[in-house]
């Protein structure tokens, strides 16, 4: 059997900038049944209402007919509810204890980004990609930590890098996370300028690197000004240039935070001279901007709305677990949602603990919470409450969700993804398992 090149249906979507549902508008089925096909999940058959099908959506992308859609068939699903054909697929999953680099193996939940694993965020996706078109506002991702910001922006690295060659016209990325980054990186400004100005001519002009970066920052000058004359002269005027700086929250507090992301201002502002309009910047951040924003309200996160990375919906959550050749029945399906609220990163624990142990959704689901699947993701969240002296605030947040919460803890608790605002002045704990866990916690102490 046959099935939909699903990867070269998404491409040809995304080229076209349309979401999920205009595409199944514009070629005539429902949005659930376009989704099937762009998520492989329908086998080609010699049904005519199906041919009829693939020959709309051939023609809504201009292919020269269905077979330009077609691929090979991936292996059968498999089933969440525990039963035998679940057990016996996922031992010949697991049966060689070193398989080969093609054998599709479980993604753990901690995994750098793959695409074959990866779920789609359609309007976000659509949002960031169009919004890099411009050279006057920067991308901001936001959202909580473990809610998929680092591996959307590796998509739309990916994306940008497969139009780029299409268009035939070099585009360096410079990608710096800051999360990752040494003390000593970030003991001044200058020390900082100088990291990012390595990496950029790292990725620029790789073979003379060193060499440039040693000429520059030997002039006289501010590091500020060496960095923005490196740029100019021996990156932006040679390719276009995409800057991504990841979890840029961790300039809080820093001496200098003010001074860089008025640096960061003040080349967006340029960007309607040459060369400096050859440069795009794309921000994640994990807490709320206005806690980096500058008193005098000129922010670098004043020049863009923040694209917002949340939960999954049910779709993405039932897209997931078919990436884990898993079938979600509709009361496990509603049990997830009533559990996790769309958590991306508790769900990827459970369908993966679901395959490696040979145990359904449902049983790991129904375990205690330290006893669970989640227990070492809950500790570690309790270590980090009880070393912020927040476990109170969160009892407090459980007892009353309108209770009065000053801005400082509900920046970190939002960044670790505790808490939602519903509501002006109305906070919850993000999903039922927090609140679950914590509650139990304060009643113990």
């Known amino acids: ?22 595409a199944a508008e514009k070629i005539g089925v429902d949005a ?23 020959r709309a959506i051939a023609a809504a992308f201009d292919l020269n007919g269905p077979e330009d ?22 031992s010949g999953l697991s049966a060689r204890m070193f398989p080969a680099l093609s054998d599709r193996v479980p993604q753990p939940p901690d995994a750098q980004y793959d695409l074959a694993w990866y779920v789609h965020r359609d309007q976000e996706e659509l949002e960031a990609l169009n919004k890099l078109r411009i050279a006057s506002a920067p991308v901001v991702l ?4 473990l809610q998929g910001k680092g591996h959307l922006t590796s998509f739309l690295l990916q994306e940008i890098g497969r139009r780029v060659l299409a268009e035939d016209a070099p585009v360096v990325v410079i990608r710096l996370n800051f999360g990752s980054l040494e003390r000593t ?56 240039t995409l800057l991504v700086l990841e979890k840029v929250e961790r300039l809080h507090g820093c001496s200098f935070q003010d001074d860089f992301f008025a640096l960061l201002r003040g080349w967006v502002e340029q960007t309607n001279q040459d060369p400096w309009n050859r440069l795009r910047i794309l921000v994640t951040v994990a807490t709320e901007p206005t806690l980096l924003d500058s ?13 917002r990375v949340g939960g999954f919906n049910r779709p993405q959550t039932e897209q997931l677990a078919s990436l884990y050749d898993l079938v979600l029945p509709s009361s496990v399906a509603e049990h997830l949602d009533a559990t996790l609220r769309g958590h991306p990163y508790l769900l990827r624990v459970v369908f993966y603990e679901s395959v490696v142990r040979e145990e359904s959704v449902e049983s790991l689901l129904a375990k205690g919470h330290t006893a669970g699947v989640f227990g070492n993701h809950l500790k570690s969240l ?13 009892n407090s947040i459980i007892s009353n969700p309108g209770v009065w919460l000053s801005f400082s803890d509900y920046c970190k608790l939002y960044s670790h993804g505790l808490i939602i605002e519903e509501e002006v002045g109305i906070h ?18």
């Open 1 to 22: 059997m046959t099935r939909i090149r699903s990867d070269h249906l998404l491409r040809l979507r995304l080229d076209r900038g349309w979401t999920q549902e205009q």
């Open 32 to 54: 659930r049944t376009y989704r099937r096909y762009e998520r492989q999940e329908i086998g080609i058959t010699n049904r005519a209402g199906q041919f009829d099908i693939l």
């Open 69 to 90: 859609l077609l691929a090979e068939a991936s292996s059968p699903a498999v089933s969440s509810t525990g039963d035998s054909a679940s057990r016996v697929s996922r």
């Open 142 to 145: 936001q959202g909580p930590y």
């Open 185 to 240: 990186h970030l003991q001044s400004l200058d020390t900082l300028l100088y990291c990012i100005a390595k990496r950029a001519i790292e990725q620029a002009v790789p073979h003379r690197a060193q060499s440039i970066l040693d000429e520059q920052w030997q002039r006289p000058g501010s590091a500020n000004a060496k960095l923005a004359r490196l740029l100019q002269r021996d990156v932006l005027s040679q390719c276009r």
């Open 295 to 307: 008193l005098d309200h000129s922010s670098f996160f004043a020049l863009a709305n923040p694209v």
């Open 382 to 394: 309790h270590r980090w409450a009880e070393e912020n002296h927040l476990l109170a605030v969160l």
């Open 428 to 445: 919850r704990i993000r999903c039922p398992l927090y609140e679950q866990y914590f509650k139990s916690l304060c009643r113990n102490r």
